[in-house]
């Protein structure tokens, strides 16, 4: 079943008097409980679709539909109380709160995304999502003394611990070596199939298109 569907979605960037088109005219289908791996040279346009697709950022001409809800058409506050609640993100950099224990951060992102979760089911849930990502024996330690694959599996942990429908995620591996990679791979592999989460992956590691269900290559702003 479609759940995402990206439409003729076009992005024009202006440097002073100069027009880049960077997308011109991304058309993609999004199955439910799918990975589906963008891959494409540096500069092709993966980043741009993605963070549009999540509403980071608007097309300049173009439909973006979730649950056939067309977020080009919504408020900057509808957009955000739908990544919020629907939607996870994961980056190349973990991008963790220094100051913040694994736990401190995904409670943190309970608050963000306004689950109506009381404090005691909300360290319930984090108890869970620690224990999936296998990640738990290291629940009360600062991001300082985690590794990268360690920083990357806490990430995940947070971007999928409000239950959201579509899971964004810009080169989650390129960060890490091989065994890493994989290791965190096969888990967003398992947890996404688990949960039945859409996730969108941009890549250019080869090595982990095997945990896609559809793959998709992307060329001077276009699908080839
Ligand atoms: N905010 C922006 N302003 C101007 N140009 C941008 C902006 N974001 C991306 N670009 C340009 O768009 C092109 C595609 O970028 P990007 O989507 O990040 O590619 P990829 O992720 O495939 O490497 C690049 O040429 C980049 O310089
Ligand atoms: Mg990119």
Same mark, same amino acid.
């Given at each position: 079943?479609?759940?995402? #569907?990206?439409?003729?979605?076009?992005?024009? =960037? %202006?440097? /002073?008097?100069?027009?880049?088109?960077?997308?011109?005219?991304?058309?993609?289908?999004?199955?439910?409980?799918?990975? #589906?791996?963008?891959?494409?040279?540096?500069?092709?346009?993966?980043?741009?679709?993605?963070?549009?697709?999540? /509403?980071?950022?608007?097309?300049?001409?173009?439909?973006?539909?979730?649950?056939?809800?067309?977020?080009?058409?919504?408020?900057?506050?509808?957009?955000?109380?739908?990544?919020?609640?629907?939607?996870?993100?994961? =980056?190349?950099?973990?991008?963790?709160?220094?100051?913040?224990?694994?736990?401190?951060?995904?409670?943190?992102?309970?608050?963000?995304?306004?689950?109506?979760?009381?404090?005691?089911?909300?360290?319930?849930?984090?108890?869970?999502?620690?224990?999936?990502?296998?990640?738990?024996?290291?629940?009360?330690?600062?991001?300082?003394?985690?590794?990268?694959?360690?920083?990357?599996?806490?990430?995940?942990? %947070?971007?999928?611990?409000?239950?959201?429908?579509?899971? =964004?995620?810009?080169?989650?591996?390129?960060?890490?070596?091989?065994?890493?990679? %994989?290791?965190?791979?096969?888990?967003? %592999?398992?947890?996404?199939?688990?949960?039945?989460?859409?996730?969108?992956?941009?890549?250019?590691?080869?090595?982990?298109?095997?945990?896609?269900?559809?793959?998709?290559?992307?060329?001077? /702003?276009?699908?080839?």
């Amino acid at each position: 079943m479609t759940i995402f #569907t990206i439409d003729d979605v076009k992005k024009t =960037f %202006r440097n /002073g008097e100069v027009e880049e088109q960077v997308l011109k005219g991304i058309n993609l289908s999004l199955q439910e409980g799918e990975i #589906t791996a963008l891959v494409g040279a540096s500069g092709s346009g993966k980043s741009t679709i993605l963070t549009i697709a999540a /509403g980071l950022q608007q097309a300049s001409t173009g439909q973006v539909l979730f649950k056939g809800k067309n977020l080009t058409e919504m408020s900057q506050e509808q957009i955000r109380a739908i990544r919020a609640s629907e939607f996870g993100f994961v =980056f190349q950099s973990s991008h963790l709160v220094p100051f913040l224990t694994v736990q401190e951060q995904l409670l943190l992102m309970l608050n963000v995304s306004e689950t109506k979760m009381n404090k005691q089911q909300q360290k319930e849930e984090v108890e869970k999502i620690l224990q999936l990502v296998d990640m738990h024996h290291r629940r009360d330690a600062y991001p300082a003394s985690l590794s990268g694959g360690e920083k990357q599996r806490v990430a995940i942990a %947070r971007a999928i611990i409000h239950k959201p429908k579509m899971l =964004f995620a810009d080169e989650p591996t390129a960060s890490l070596d091989s065994e890493r990679s %994989r290791d965190v791979m096969t888990l967003i %592999r398992d947890l996404t199939k688990t949960l039945n989460i859409t996730t969108l992956m941009v890549t250019h590691d080869e090595e982990m298109l095997p945990y896609a269900d559809r793959i998709i290559t992307m060329k001077d /702003g276009l699908v080839i």
